[in-house]
């Protein structure tokens, strides 16, 4: 079997909690040099440099403090994944690696490229870059835990390959690129003063979602109505009834549009399709920072 980078996109999916109102589990990490601390509902969590420390939160209100941020509030969701938080707003890149009996079997997973910028540094491949608050767990493994090699992959199935993530700090990241491209120091020798962490503002949840064409507003109001909900949801209940509610409103908006794309410009579809993008990552989200 043949290790290969594959080139997707690493997808962020919808929770899956067994237990709807569930605590979820977070890695509070901290990739600097120096050791960190935060308030979360009242207690203080450590993290020491270059480490994480775990944190269980349910559905619900919480407040985080810290000498960076000041006081963030945020809702977590039921249904959520959990995943990671960056107190910091470093940058991390999720990473997608194909594993396949043989190369002919890449096509059977749709490849696809996205260009990130790393402190002005281009680099094209299967990532995702954020440097998010609140970053999904999407990966298969944590920052951490190395790729396995070919010999440690669990069988594949029919199709002939298997797809496997992992979340990397920007520094261990570039390092993974140069090592598996064979070019080490490439990075350097593109910015000769080395990676440095650009200062990220904090970004809340948008209050409202994007702007359509009125031809397709007119079908919109209960899709914006009930993400207007969802951004106050406090309690496992009322996210869990929103979802439901959320997904008739999405049935229903796309039932009432689906004849409108062949009559108008390309603008209007292509804002049809942010607004449907966001609102399905925000509300598929196991957090948000509230505006």
């Known amino acids: 079997m043949k290790r290969l980078l594959a080139l997707l996109l690493a997808a962020v999916a919808l929770a899956g909690c ?13 990739p600097g040099a120096t050791p960190l601390t935060l308030n ?16 269980e939160l349910s559905p619900g209100e919480h407040r985080l403090r810290s000498d960076r941020l000041g006081e963030v509030r945020f809702i977590v969701y039921a249904r959520g ?28 997973f749709g490849p696809a490229h996205r ?17 998010a608050l609140f970053i999904d767990k999407s990966w298969t493994f944590g920052v951490r835990e190395p790729f396995p090699e070919v010999q440690t992959v669990a069988h594949v ?3 002939g390959g298997r797809i496997n ?12 690129v140069e090592q598996n491209s064979g070019e080490p120091g490439a990075y350097a020798r593109q910015k000769p003063g ?7 503002a904090l970004e809340t949840a948008p209050a409202q979602l994007p702007p359509l064409h009125p031809h397709y507003e007119a079908h919109a109001a209960a899709m914006r109505d009930t993400y207007a909900r969802y951004l106050k949801a406090t309690s496992a209940k009322q996210q869990l009834a929103l979802q439901k509610e959320a997904m008739q409103a999405q049935i229903d908006f796309t039932n009432a549009t689906v004849m409108l794309a062949h009559k108008l410009p390309t603008e209007a579809n292509e804002a049809y399709n942010d607004f ?9 989200s196991s957090v948000l920072v509230v505006p």
């Open 81 to 108: 994944k959990g995943g990671l938080i960056n107190p910091t707003l470093s940058d991390y890149v999720i990473a997608s690696e194909v594993y396949v009996t043989d190369e002919s079997k890449l096509k059977n």
């Open 194 to 200: 080395g990676y440095v962490q650009p200062a990220h």
């Open 115 to 131: 260009r990130i910028d790393l402190d002005g540094v281009q680099i094209e491949g299967p990532f995702e870059q954020t440097h």
């Open 276 to 284: 449907v993008h966001t609102r399905g990552r925000l509300m598929g």
């Open 40 to 55: 979360i509902d009242g207690k203080d969590i450590a993290v020491a440099a270059n480490a994480a420390t775990p944190v």
């Open 157 to 159: 199935d029919s199709s």
């Open 165 to 176: 993530t992992k979340i990397f700090t920007a520094a261990d990241f570039i390092a993974y």
């Open 18 to 30: 067994s237990n709807d109102d569930a605590a979820q589990e977070f890695l509070v990490d901290n």
